[in-house]
């Protein structure tokens, strides 16, 4: 317990099954807050902590420290809230894992595959906590389950826009997050499902068949299963997503958060063979405006070509020809039926490739950088289900010398010339 210098410090003393709950100030001139433990055990979103070590949350962290035993923390700094709740759904959460490790051990014996699940409710319930806290026991308890990540506006993967796999194999760092080495991402280009849906659905799709190829070759992925985290939007379309998702993903287990109509909907609308299962949110979950939405997805670039924490990244800056790339948009507005050319649907206007002439207004776009194979019309017809090999950001763009400047992760020359623009922007203050 050696005390931080110039900071003060709380202890607190937490009963079994309890939890302290606090949020650290937002804006960049806000005191980071560290939490160390004294005594007990605790765990912060389903992973350990260790004893006498100081963890630190920077602006905007909303953490929850929850015990099975009892223990004794103490935070260093001022949080804007730090307060201990009794009521906390954790004990369910635990079930909800003991049931799927049931699954997966059945699925071992019977060499079968393991459960695949998917997580949905509203915004600001708490899914991708509950997401993290599934994925965080499983690899505690020896599985490797994948995290498929369906939401386009807050994605903890990937960079905005974006839908993505990857393979979990240890517990998520208490700082960071799970680390994410090498996964599986492709090009959505928005922040809602609802601005092309047959593309979202088409690359639910493509993930699930992907997902289940590998499911095929590995066993310890297969029993593992997946836990797939899904938007907030739950009306309408983004309803149908939901429903075409757990299609897709032959999934097993659906766990509703915090949303009753949602749940009979399901109910009514899945399989039987479906488990569908209400659960609480917990009432720690802090409601996000739209201002600390952009924000987040603001910094998710910024780390993306930065770093975060203790890693510091040096993006490159180069210029890159216009003729050298081809831009696309994936889908054309929509016209009415009675304008599409003869045998043509919405849904091939939703899924086509608009080639994108350099503008002025390309300035700050994120672009993905397609892994398709570079090549001429014959090419492009894979270009929508190819996962992409990176992001730039477009950040100057000259139209005289028909040459655009970009932020790059590595430098030139850029690995493919396929480019798929984002209606994302990111201006870059360093
Ligand atoms: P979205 O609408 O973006 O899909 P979500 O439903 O996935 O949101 P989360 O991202 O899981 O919600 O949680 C929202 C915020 O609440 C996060 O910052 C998370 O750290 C925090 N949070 C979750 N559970 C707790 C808790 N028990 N105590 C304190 N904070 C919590």
Known sequence: DVPVPGKVSTRFDLEKETELRFEVESGEAA??????????????????????????????????VFTWQGCSVNLYGKPEVAYVSKDTPMLLYLNTHAALEQMRKQAERDNERGPRVMVVGPTDVGKSTVCRLLLSYAVRVGRRPTLVELDVGQSGV????????LCIERPAD?????????????????????????????????????????????????????????????????YQALVHCASAFEVDVVLVLDHERLYNELKRDLPHFVRVVLLPKSGGVVERSKECRRDTRDEKIREYFYGFRGVTFYPFSYEVRFSDVRIYKIGAPSIPDSCLPLGMSQDDTQLKLVPVTPGRDLTYHVLSVSSAEDGEEGARKGIVESPVCGFIVVTNVDTQTQVMKVLSPAPRPLPRHTLLIMDIRFMDMK
């Open 158 to 165: 990937s960079v905005p826009g974006t839908v993505s796999a």
């Open 174 to 238: 208490v700082e960071e997050g799970f680390s994410v080495q090498a996964p599986l991402v492709y090009h959505f280009g928005s922040t809602t499902p609802g601005t092309n849906i047959k593309l979202y659905n088409k690359l639910t799709s493509c993930l699930a068949e992907v997902f289940s190829q590998r499911c095929e070759g590995n066993r310890k992925a297969s029993v593992g299963g997946c836990i797939i985290n899904t938007c907030g939007w739950v009306k309408g379309s983004g």
């Open 31 to 64: 005191e980071q807050v560290e939490l160390e433990l004294l005594t007990g055990m605790a765990e912060v979103f389903g992973s350990e902590l260790n004893r006498n070590k100081k963890y630190t949350f920077g602006p905007g962290s909303k953490i929850a």
